[in-house]
């Protein structure tokens, strides 16, 4: 009894802090490898370290040493020289960071607190750390290495702006982000590159804002010159950006062949076995699908259309929210502008206009014309 009452008091502790860490600190968490669904993960300790269990047990690590984690009766599975041990919870600490890897990805550097818990018989690992930690790594996995300092700031300011105003978007999940296209790219930390850093200090802290309300940020890795806009919570179309900066993108354009028997073949899959036909139009503003069936046309948001055939093409057909789909003899062709959402900061646009001299500020301007940008508060 005093055992299951002290577990309860643990639980509600732990949810306790978590939900007020938001608030009193700056630390977030983002879950990484999702959406995988893991089983287990090697954890290499780069320096020596701790490891800390939900059932009060402290253990120091030496440094270098890989230990294998899975989930086990929904528990934490791990072994430490010759004891093993299956807590529910594992938080693990080294000042040098890990190298994490499992069975479909090679190593990855990560940097902060390690946090490992399981739901539904899958392993979370989650990384825990202060924003402006977390902002370089974000901007190198979304865009690459070797970028102008002025577009370092402008995007820093963007994904800065973004995670203050989403910071409960996976919070009934145990961490604030998933590390997957849901909210944004992180594949790790720069170990030993201070280089991002060191170019977003004069930026540290602004945030985008209309009025006093700090807005939530669309950005895409190249929106071809088209202007999409969230207006609460649906797309709207509102048309072709007068300078596309991102024109010599190699995502400006595109343009996919498949075979039409296995096009359809695929999406009745999802959407029904008697499609016969699709269509993009653009109805009041707003961009949807029209799904033709033998007796009845079917209508559907394009934004729900990718998501739901993301996984049919694995991403790869249909790159934008702007395309059109023209039927041939054998094939059906996608033709198609940008890359994402086609919403806000363009990432392709933005390097171009800080390689022309354009500061971040301008940058931000152009894509945000009627935000400002202030200091969070």
């Known amino acids: 009894m005093l055992r299951d009452y002290r577990r309860a008091f643990y639980t509600l502790l732990l949810i306790f802090l978590f939900l007020f860490s938001n608030f009193w600190g700056r630390e977030i968490r983002v879950r990484i490898f999702s959406p995988m669904k893991l089983t287990r993960i090697w954890v290499q300790f780069v320096g020596s ?15 270098g040493k890989i230990c294998l984690f899975s989930v086990k009766n929904g528990e934490i599975h791990f072994e430490l020289g010759r004891r093993s041990f299956s807590p529910k919870r594992v938080v693990l600490f080294s000042k040098s960071g890990f190298f994490i890897t499992n069975y479909l990805i090679k190593k990855r550097f990560y940097s902060g607190k390690l ?6 018989g899958i392993l979370i690992p989650v990384i825990g750390k202060d924003v402006e930690d977390f902002i370089p790594s974000i901007i190198f996995s979304e865009a690459g290495g070797n970028l102008p300092p002025e577009f370092l700031k402008a995007f820093s300011v963007v994904i800065r702006s973004y995670i203050f105003s989403n910071l409960k978007r996976h919070i009934k999940e145990g961490y604030n982000f ?5 909210c944004f790219f992180y594949r790790g930390d720069l170990k030993g590159n201070v280089k991002i850093k060191g170019s977003l200090d004069k930026v540290r802290g602004l945030v985008l804002k209309k009025g006093k309300k700090l807005i939530s940020p669309f950005f895409s890795s190249c929106c071809g010159g088209i202007k999409f806009v969230h207006l609460d919570g649906k797309l709207y179309f509102r048309g072709f950006r007068k300078i596309p900066f991102c024109r010599n993108s190699r995502n400006f354009k595109y343009r996919r062949v498949i075979k039409k028997k296995l096009f359809y073949r695929d999406l009745r899959k999802v959407f029904g076995g008697s ?10 503003g707003r961009p949807f699908i029209l ?4 007796s009845l046309i079917k209508k559907i948001p394009v ?33 198609g502008r940008g890359w994402g959402s086609n919403c806000g900061f363009c990432i392709s646009g933005a390097i171009k206009m800080a390689l022309m001299g354009y500061d971040f500020s301008s940058i931000l301007k152009y894509y945000f014309p009627q935000c400002d940008i202030s200091l969070n508060k």
Request: charge should be positive; include cysteine.
């Open 49 to 63: 370290g701790t490891i800390f269990a939900s059932n009060g047990i402290k253990l120091s690590v030496k440094r």
């Open 115 to 120: 946090i490992l818990f399981s739901k539904d």
């Open 178 to 182: 998933c590390s997957s296209t849901h």
């Open 275 to 284: 499609l016969c036909g699709v269509e993009y139009k653009i109805i009041d």
């Open 291 to 294: 799904l033709f069936y033998p």
């Open 303 to 335: 934004e729900k259309f990718r998501r739901k055939c993301f996984p049919l093409f694995k991403g790869k057909i249909f790159l934008s929210n702007f395309f059109k789909i023209k039927e041939g003899v054998d094939d059906v062709f996608v033709e």
